[in-house]
């Protein structure tokens, strides 16, 4: 295990959310964070790609660009 | 390949049909997840198709240039001159025997079986020519599906 160092005042609020979550350990905490913060990007950069893709309509696409080129 | 042995794999090459199915509304909800737990590769040919469908499509409502969102959430392979040779050797393979080659196709097979990737697509129909070179071939409907029943199974345990 490894040690990190925190100020007071984020070490109380580390230990607030802890109880808040019901978690055993900081190593939970921490993980859950982590996770939460990729999710929240990987939420932000796909609603740049926020198009409604019709799939029959991408089938026939991908399949006349293929034709286009055998 | 049995779906068991498909969760196994953590690393995946997704071609442009593949890719437009992720984006789709069926899938949409699900995907920052499946994005989390999965790394997926995009070859850059791939990634040119679907952008073509998107700007064709959806020109009026995007903004911006996508293909720096899309390295936000693929690792984007560039072609290479290995990669460029392995396509090559493939590609006059079957020529050699009649069959026809597609060339985003091949590549995609190129990649896959140099980095050791399976292939994600919406149409597995495309790479039945390249089975004979060992390449693995996911459905990506299949993989979806497998990955929603996991999820689930998950959240209520």
Same mark, same amino acid.
């Given at each position: 295990?490894?040690?990190?160092?925190?100020?007071?005042?984020?070490?109380?609020?580390?230990?607030?959310?802890?109880?808040?979550?019901?978690?055993?350990?900081y190593n939970e905490l921490i993980n859950l964070l982590i996770e939460k913060w990729h999710l929240i990007s990987l939420?932000?950069?796909l609603s740049k790609i926020d198009v409604n893709i019709d799939m029959n309509e991408a089938r026939r696409f991908i399949k006349y660009l293929k034709l286009q080129t055998t | 390949m049995n779906s068991a042995s498909q969760l196994e794999i953590r690393e995946f090459l997704v071609d442009?049909?593949?890719?437009? /199915? !992720?984006?789709?509304? *069926?899938?949409?909800?699900v995907l920052p997840l499946i994005l989390y737990r999965v790394k997926f590769y995009v070859l850059t040919l791939s990634a040119y198709e679907f952008l073509t469908f998107i700007y064709l499509k959806f020109m009026r409502e995007l903004k911006r240039s996508l293909l720096d969102t899309l390295s936000k959430l /693929? *690792? &984007?392979i560039s072609v290479d001159e290995q990669i460029s040779e392995k396509a090559s050797m493939i590609a006059a393979d079957l020529l050699q025997h009649g069959v026809q080659v597609e060339t985003v196709t091949v590549f995609? &097979?190129? &990649?896959? @079986?140099?980095?050791? @990737?399976a292939i994600l697509t919406e149409i597995p129909e @495309? /790479?039945?020519? /390249?089975?004979?070179y060992g390449v693995i071939v996911i459905d990506v409907k299949e993989f979806v599906k497998k990955f929603k029943e996991t !999820?689930?199974?998950?959240? =209520? =345990?």
């Open positions: 295990m490894k040690t990190v160092a925190v100020s007071e005042d984020t070490w109380r609020k580390l230990k607030e959310l802890k109880e808040k979550m019901g978690f055993s350990s939420k932000e950069e | 442009s049909s593949a890719l437009m /199915y !992720l984006h789709s509304h *069926e899938v949409k909800e /693929y *690792e &984007v995609n &097979v190129a &990649v896959a @079986l140099m980095k050791n @990737l @495309l /790479y039945s020519p /390249y089975s004979k !999820l689930r199974e998950y959240i =209520t =345990t």
